[in-house]
């Protein structure tokens, strides 16, 4: 299926690792020019040229803090005549509520919850005054299921679910489409950290954590190409009549009993 995305421009952010570089890398093979948004300069750059030699399109780098408005004002400006954002930056710290406190809970905000409001708020006044435009946000299943454990990352997933549905309910008045993707465990750097800390809780093992992964379905954690996959077609006109809308991709296991 053509996705119609050809010669369309993307800005990823959180794209040098995991499933913001996969969802830079797909809709870059769909025909995108992209621009790549995280603190890593040279894991940017990187990244950049294998892009543009793979798939031959453009690929911008942008090595930026995000939880900085002045930078995220800054990288809309630079970025203002983007036609998809794909807010990704961003990972919220584990912890029951009498292990995180306010620095802690405060800075993983910064990046995931109010870096995807600035830059969303930044860029959608571009995109109103085109008429066009879609934003999609790559948030998390621990907003549907919450879990004590991860207090601050339900929080703040709860929260941009609630955003993504409320502004991609009225976004198409101004042509532009808004939504959101959560992805379940997927098989990244990240996962592997927070995986091997509840195998240590749980198993006395850091090293034990692929264990924690053989009731998912398939007995398996996702692909960051699976969630990229997913997310290229909410950003192409195939999907032109979905807005508000999360979809969730994590294989069905947040409908399972147990999230392990």
């Given at each position: 299926m053509d996705l119609h995305l050809a010669g369309k421009t993307a800005l990823v952010t959180g794209s040098s690792r995991g499933i913001g570089l996969a969802i830079a890398r797909q809709l870059a093979e769909e025909g995108c020019h992209v621009?790549?948004?995280?603190?890593?300069?040279d894991k940017l750059e990187h990244e950049a040229e294998r892009i543009g030699k793979e798939f031959s399109v453009q690929a911008a780098v942008h090595p930026c803090d995000l939880t900085k408005l002045i930078n995220i004002q800054a990288l809309a400006r630079e970025c203002r005549g983007v036609d998809i954002l794909v807010n990704n930056a961003g990972a919220v710290p584990?912890?029951?509520?009498?292990?995180?406190?306010?620095?802690?809970w405060r800075e993983g905000w910064e990046l995931k919850v109010f870096g995807y409001i600035n830059m969303t708020r930044e860029l959608y006044a571009f995109m109103k005054e085109r008429g066009?435009?879609?934003i999609i946000h790559v948030i998390g299943v621990g907003g549907e299921r919450p879990e004590a454990n991860y207090v601050a990352g339900a929080t703040s997933n709860a929260g941009l679910m609630a955003f993504s549905r409320a502004l991609g309910g009225r976004s198409t008045d101004d042509g532009l489409r808004v939504l959101a993707v959560n992805p379940g465990w997927i098989a990244t750097e990240r996962m592997v950290t927070i995986l091997s800390a509840t195998a240590?809780?749980?198993?006395?093992?850091?090293k034990r954590w692929p264990e924690l992964l053989k009731s998912l379905p398939w007995g398996r954690a996702g692909k960051p190409e699976e969630v990229a996959n997913v997310v290229a077609f909410m950003a192409s006109d195939r999907a032109s009549y979905v807005s508000g809308t999360v979809v969730t991709v994590d294989g069905g296991s947040t409908l399972r009993n147990s999230i392990f």
């Open positions: 621009h790549l948004a995280a603190r890593s300069k584990g912890g029951r509520i009498d292990e995180l406190d306010d620095a802690r066009n435009g879609v240590e809780r749980e198993l006395g093992d850091p």
